[in-house]
């Protein structure tokens, strides 16, 4: 009886063999292979971009979905001209870490004290894990500088912490998902996301609740 390797997970939801295909054209030096890449990953990362919008109403009262969309698309698009991602988890960070770029310039445009947007939303309590904050996309220059120490102390952690609270923070996965994405055990996913929360709590100034 014979028998075949399981393939590796994709955190980006589209199977193992399309992305990494065009990751290895890529690497080959393949240009086309960079618009087919995007292409690929666009419906998942249109539910990235949903998500993390969330996080940002005053950009969101101003920007749609397809708008953070379309701006990270094109800065992946530039980036992946020189970058050259091995896996799809390495794409998955690339992403993430344009997706902030993104939203927080975009913010940086409309919540200055004389933008018309900073004058119609308020803030909100969103509720992530079990991990709390206000809504700190929605007021001046002191909260969007938060913010941006709030993903700085994210991209600050261990390569295993950070892609945990990537994907349970970012993504909603559980646990279990997590787990089963990254090949190991419930435990270690607890132990890292503990972790991970706690720095990050600490660089923001909150506490999470344990």
């Given amino acids: 009886m014979s028998s075949t390797s399981p393939q590796p997970s994709d955190p980006l939801g589209n199977g193992p063999d399309p992305i990494t295909s065009c990751l290895a054209r890529l690497a080959a030096g393949d240009g086309s292979a960079r618009a087919e890449l995007l292409g690929i990953c666009m419906t998942r990362l249109e539910v990235i971009a949903s998500r993390m919008l969330a996080d940002f109403p005053v950009v969101r009262r101003w920007h749609d979905t397809g708008d953070v969309l379309q701006g990270v698309l094109l800065r992946l698009h530039r980036a992946l001209e020189t970058m050259r991602p091995a896996t799809p988890r390495d794409l998955l960070a690339i992403a993430t870490t344009h997706m902030h770029r993104e939203l927080i ?106």
Avoid: I
Wanted: hydrophobic share 40%; net charge negative.
């Fill in 105 to 210: 310039d975009l913010a940086r445009q409309l919540a200055g004290p004389r933008s018309h947007a900073s004058h119609h939303d308020t803030n909100s309590l969103r509720t992530a894990g079990d991990l709390q904050h206000t809504d700190l996309a929605a007021g001046g220059t002191d909260d969007l500088e938060r913010w941006e120490a709030f993903h700085a102390a994210v991209e600050g952690l261990p390569d295993e912490e950070r892609e945990v609270f990537r994907l349970v923070w970012y993504f909603g996965c559980d646990q279990e998902q997590v787990a089963d994405m990254l090949g190991c055990s419930v435990r270690t996913v607890k132990r890292h996301w503990q972790a991970a929360r706690h720095a990050v709590a600490a660089s923001v100034g909150t506490s999470p609740s344990v």
